[in-house]
């Protein structure tokens, strides 16, 4: 079955920039999305479409594209932005989604 | 504002089954997909399944193929989802999710509900 593969932890101080990484061999053909999920809530949708910011979501949250990996980064990180983030996709044919295995991102 | 709030999860013994349901308001349910989506404990996020606007095209995750299955109530904006022969790993808290609207080639899961607990045990 196809997977996406994330780092589990990813560390960064106030101010500095993080960089979360996705990789699927489907992604150069699919959209990928990104989830922020904060302890004891809901994920809550911060990139869509690679690169697409929602509204409401702040501009330090970015997305890319190349090849098989995506990239979320958030610049000028602060300490509310300590959460789980999980990408998601779909399979080559496009009828099966997927989400990583999730990334813990902590502000020291 | 859009919300959806999740209902029916419970203590099932391993065997059982269970129906969630998923109330949507603040939008018009007919004209999105819609999805579910679980997280057992300290784990990741799992799609179990979607079903577009009219319930005629579905798709399951293997793991729960032909144990699960999904349906909606268009006329009053709720999602469904049938589990029988549910298993202890299947212990998880369940969201369902608004996906597309029809005709977008976009599959963002926006917004979600805050999820019902299922414990098999």
């Known amino acids: 079955s196809y997977e996406l593969t994330q780092p589990p932890s990813v560390s960064v101080s106030p101010g500095q920039t993080a960089m979360i990484t996705c990789s699927g061999d489907?992604?150069?053909?699919?959209?990928a999305y990104w989830y922020q999920q904060k302890s004891g809530q809901a994920p809550v949708l911060v990139i869509y479409?690679?690169?697409a910011r929602p509204s409401g979501i702040p501009e330090r949250f970015s997305g890319s594209s190349s090849g098989t990996t995506v990239t979320l980064t958030i610049s000028g990180v602060q300490a509310e932005d300590e959460a789980d983030y999980h990408c998601?996709?779909?399979?080559?044919?496009?009828?099966?989604?997927?989400f990583g295995g999730g990334t813990k991102l902590t502000v020291l | 504002q859009v919300q959806l709030v999740e209902s029916g999860g419970d203590l099932v013994k391993p065997g059982g089954s269970l129906r969630l349901s998923c109330a949507a308001s603040?939008?018009?349910?007919?004209?999105?997909?819609m999805s579910w989506i679980r997280q057992a404990p300290g784990r990741g996020l799992e799609w179990l399944s979607y079903?577009?606007?009219?319930?005629?095209?579905?798709y399951y995750a293997a793991s729960v193929e032909g144990r699960f299955t999904i349906s909606r109530d268009n006329a009053n904006s709720f999602l469904f989802l049938q589990m029988n022969d549910l298993r202890v790993e299947d212990t998880a808290l369940y969201y369902c999710?608004?996906?597309?609207?029809?005709?977008?080639?976009?599959?963002?899961?926006?917004?979600w509900g805050q999820g019902t607990l299922v414990n098999v045990s």
């Open positions: 999710a608004r996906g597309r609207i029809n005709g977008a080639a976009d599959e963002r899961l926006d917004p």
């Open positions: 603040g939008f018009s349910f007919s004209d999105y997909y």
């Open positions: 079903i577009n606007t009219r319930g005629d095209t579905i």
């Open positions: 489907a992604l150069p053909k699919q959209y």
């Open positions: 479409k690679d690169s």
């Open positions: 998601q996709s779909a399979d080559s044919s496009g009828d099966y989604w997927v």
